[in-house]
C-alpha cells in the first residue's frame, strides 16, 4: 500500500468536518489531488524566495536530479530559519482558505 502523503492527511482531517467525506470516491480523489497539488504549489511560493543564493543553487541541482524526500526535508531545514514554523504557517493559512470555501 502506497504511503500516504502528509498534506493529503492535513486536507482531509479539515475538510473531512465539512463533508468531504460525503462526496463520490471518484470526486474526492480529485479533489483532494487538486488540493494537494495548491498546497505545493503555495509552499513553493512561501518558501523559494526565502532561500539564499548558495540555497538556490542547491534547491536548482537537487530538483535536477530527483532528490529523496528525506534529501528535501534535509535542505529545508538547513536553508530555511524557523522551517517548522514557516511552513505551519502557510499551510494554516490555506487550509483556513479551502475549509471557508468547502462546505457541504
Same mark, same amino acid.
Given at each position: 500500500?502506497?504511503?500516504?502523503?502528509?498534506?493529503?492527511?492535513?486536507?482531509?482531517?479539515?475538510?473531512?468536518?465539512?463533508g468531504f467525506d460525503k462526496l463520490s470516491q471518484t470526486d474526492q480523489t480529485v479533489y483532494l489531488a487538486q488540493f494537494v497539488?495548491?498546497?505545493?504549489?503555495?509552499?513553493?511560493?512561501?518558501?523559494?524566495?526565502?532561500?539564499?543564493?548558495?540555497?538556490?543553487?542547491?534547491?536548482?541541482?537537487?530538483?535536477?536530479?530527483?532528490?529523496?524526500?528525506?534529501?528535501?526535508?534535509?535542505?529545508?531545514? !538547513?536553508?530555511?530559519? $524557523?522551517?517548522?514554523?514557516? /511552513? =505551519? !504557517?502557510?499551510?494554516? $493559512?490555506?487550509?483556513?482558505? /479551502? =475549509?471557508?470555501?468547502?462546505?457541504?
Amino acid at each position: 500500500m502506497p504511503e500516504q502523503n502528509p498534506l493529503e492527511d492535513l486536507i482531509l482531517q479539515a475538510l473531512k468536518p465539512k463533508g468531504f467525506d460525503k462526496l463520490s470516491q471518484t470526486d474526492q480523489t480529485v479533489y483532494l489531488a487538486q488540493f494537494v497539488a495548491e498546497a505545493d504549489r503555495r509552499l513553493s511560493i512561501g518558501l523559494v524566495p526565502l532561500l539564499s543564493e548558495d540555497g538556490m543553487k542547491e534547491h536548482l541541482s537537487m530538483t535536477q536530479n530527483n532528490a529523496t524526500p528525506q534529501q528535501w526535508s534535509d535542505f529545508w531545514n !538547513k536553508n530555511i530559519e $524557523d522551517f517548522p514554523a514557516v /511552513i =505551519s !504557517k502557510i499551510l494554516a $493559512d490555506y487550509i483556513k482558505e /479551502i =475549509s471557508a470555501a468547502f462546505n457541504m
